[in-house]
C-alpha cells in the first residue's frame, strides 16, 4: 500500500483547509484511515479514523471542527478541517491499517509522507 498525502498550507485562524490522502495498492484490504499530526516537541496524536464501515472518531480537540471522509471511488480519504487555530500546526500523516488472512491473520500499518499545516494567528 502506498499513501500520498497532499493539501497542508498556511492558513490563518478561522480559516481551512482539506488534506487528502490517495492510496493505491492492495487497498481492499484496508479496514481502518486515519490521519495523525506531529507538532514541534510534542508525540504524534492521533486526530481523526475512518474504518471501512465508515465509523468516524476524533480527538476531542477537534471534533466540531474537522470531519473525515472517505470516497471508495477515488481510494481517497479526506479531512476537512475549519475554524483552525494556531495549536493545530503541525506535520500532518495520513497512516492505513491493514488486516488480511494468509494462512492466518496478518497486520500491518503504512505511513504516507506528511504535509505541513500552518495555521497564523
Known amino acids: 500500500v502506498q499513501l500520498q498525502a497532499s493539501g497542508g498550507g498556511l492558513v490563518q485562524a478561522g480559516g481551512s483547509l482539506r488534506l487528502s490522502c490517495a492510496a493505491s495498492g492492495p487497498i481492499a484490504s484496508i479496514n481502518r484511515m486515519g490521519w495523525y499530526r506531529q507538532a514541534p516537541g510534542r508525540q504524534r496524536e492521533l486526530v481523526a479514523s475512518?474504518?471501512?464501515?465508515?465509523?468516524?472518531n476524533y480527538v476531542d480537540s477537534v471534533k466540531g471542527r474537522f470531519t473525515i471522509s472517505r470516497d471508495n471511488a477515488k481510494n481517497t480519504v479526506y479531512l476537512q478541517m475549519n475554524s483552525l487555530k494556531p495549536e493545530d500546526t503541525a506535520v500532518y500523516y495520513c497512516k492505513a491499517d491493514r488486516t488480511w488472512y494468509n494462512g492466518g491473520i496478518e497486520r500491518r500499518e503504512y505511513w504516507g509522507q506528511g504535509t505541513q499545516v500552518t495555521v497564523s494567528s
Open positions: 475512518i474504518t471501512s464501515a465508515r465509523t468516524t
